[in-house]
C-alpha cells in the first residue's frame, strides 16, 4: 500500500522484489503479471548473498536496526557465514537528513558490493536512493526487520 502511494519513489529502483507469496498472488490476480517471492530473508535471498559474496570474495555494508541489535547479527551472520566481508555498518537511526548524506557518502567511499539497509518501508528505499545519489555503484538491497530479527 506504502509503494502505491509512493509510485515515483520505486520507479527509481532498478528493480523490486515481492516480499511475500500473497503479494506475488495479489500483483497477478490485479496486474496479470507474474511474481515470484524474493524477499531478504534466510528462506529467500539472504543466503544466496552471503554464500556467493563468501565465494567470490565481496563485500557488504550494513544499515540497520539499532546499533546493539545490528552488532549482534553481524556476529551471529559471522558466526554462520565463516569468511563473510562486513567491512562497516551502523544503525538505521539517522538524527537528521544531514547525517543521511554524511553516511552515504562515506558508503560511497568505502564502496562495498552489496549495501543491506533495514529501516522500515519507505526510510530504507529513500535512504537507498541518497546513496545511489551520492554515486554509490554497488547493490543494495532493502532487508526491512532483517537484522533485528537475526539479532533475536
Known sequence: MDAQKNIDLFESF???????????NTI????????????????????RLFEYAIKNEKSIYI????????????????ENYPGIKIIGYRNGYFKSEKEQIE???HIKIVNPNYL????????????????????????GFTCGGFIHQTSK
Request: hydrophobic share 45%; with cysteine.
Open 103 to 105: 553516511e552515504a557518502e
Open 116 to 139: 543491506i539497509v533495514g529501516m522500515g518501508a519507505l526510510m530504507q528505499e529513500k535512504f537507498l536512493l541518497k546513496v545511489k545519489k551520492a554515486g554509490y555503484q554497488g547493490i
Open 14 to 24: 532498478d528493480g523490486v522484489f515481492s516480499d511475500g507469496a500473497l503479494l506475488a
Open 63 to 78: 544499515v540497520a536496526s539499532k546499533e546493539c541489535e545490528v552488532k549482534k547479527a553481524i556476529s551471529i551472520l559471522c
Open 28 to 47: 497477478k490476480g490485479l496486474y496479470g503479471i507474474d511474481v515470484s517471492r524474493n524477499s531478504f530473508d534466510m528462506t529467500s535471498i539472504a543466503p
